[in-house]
């Protein structure tokens, strides 16, 4: 990412983060591109015929980046939302994170 479009990036996402208690997603951008990268790859892979196996260890490769990006989102989710939740006087808040989490797993 470029320096000034990386700028502009952390100058919106400031101004996104005073307006809501949220971690910042942002920095993910470059790694949903390339995902999105893959996915447009597979695409191709398919409509020019290449080999079973070749697309497959694509999907693979897509999936694993892809689990990769959730689980950086989770983290960030734990170490923010969910900290705070446990730190605010209001219990409920704590209770909630945590049924948050539960029902996301049980997916």
Known sequence: MSKQIEGKVHS???????????????????????????????????????????IVQQIKAARSAMLSLENAILKRHLEN???????????HNSSKKIDEIIELLER
Request: hydrophobic share 35%; proline share 4%; net charge positive.
């Open 12 to 54: 919106i996402s400031r101004r996104v983060m005073k307006r809501i208690n949220q971690p910042n997603h942002f920095i993910d951008l470059p790694r949903l591109n390339k995902i999105s990268g893959q996915i447009d790859g597979i695409e191709k892979m398919i409509r020019d015929g290449r080999y079973c196996i070749e």
């Open 81 to 91: 939302c969910v900290q705070s939740a446990f730190g605010s006087a209001k219990s």
